[in-house]
């Protein structure tokens, strides 16, 4: 990496972080106890969160270098990352159905990633998973970025109510992800809902 780019990244990084501590839905995250829509999760790290009505977006060091993207209430007929609704002339996109199979939930995701222009997006360690009293699912992953900078995350996703609820973290797979990972997969094992 260059030090031009270098330089451009750390700019990135600082603006993401400031936006996300000024903004009107940005707030910091201490190490700890959160509550996140319906979901309480537990956290070893610190995170900087960007709110909205049915999505967070969460980073430590900034989107380009870690992101947790937690989705609630995706409605059926809904894009699974809730981008868009189900149209006829698309009936095959990454809309989630009430009742999916785990394999047919993540594959979804994996679809919605590809469409977001990550690429050799790949799956592995699919697994079920209780949340609290709520039958869920796991699975890590890898995926570049449209640049060609390799990346590995993890997903957890929970059908209730007819709704789902995804979380996907991720960070390149260089340093970030090693760094982090154990303590992203306390924080997933720690989810519970509470609503």
Not at 19 to 32: D, E, H, I, K
Not at 87 to 95: E, F, L, V, Y
């Amino acid at each position: 990496m260059n030090i031009r780019r270098c330089k451009l990244l750390f700019a990135s990084v600082l603006l993401v972080i400031a936006a996300a501590c000024t903004s009107p839905g940005g707030v910091l995250q201490q190490a700890g106890a959160a509550d996140v829509f319906d979901m309480h999760l537990d956290s070893d790290l610190k995170w900087s969160r960007i709110k909205s009505t049915r999505q967070e977006l969460w980073t430590i060091d900034g989107t380009a270098l870690n992101s947790l993207n937690i989705y609630s209430g995706v409605k059926p007929g809904e894009h699974v990352f809730q981008v868009l609704k189900e149209k006829k002339s698309r009936p095959d996109g990454p809309w989630f159905r009430p009742g999916m199979r785990p394999d047919e939930v993540r594959d979804i995701i994996v679809d919605a990633l590809m469409g977001q222009n990550w690429a050799k997006v790949t799956s592995d360690q699919l697994r079920p998973q209780r949340f609290g009293d709520a039958d869920g699912l796991r699975f890590e992953m890898t995926l570049t970025n449209p640049d060609g900078l390799a990346y590995k995350g993890s997903v957890a996703a929970v059908e209730r109510n007819g709704k789902l609820t995804v979380l996907v973290w991720k960070a390149p797979a260089e340093y970030y992800y090693d760094r982090d990972a154990v303590a992203v997969g306390k924080m997933f094992d720690s989810l519970r809902f509470v609503r």
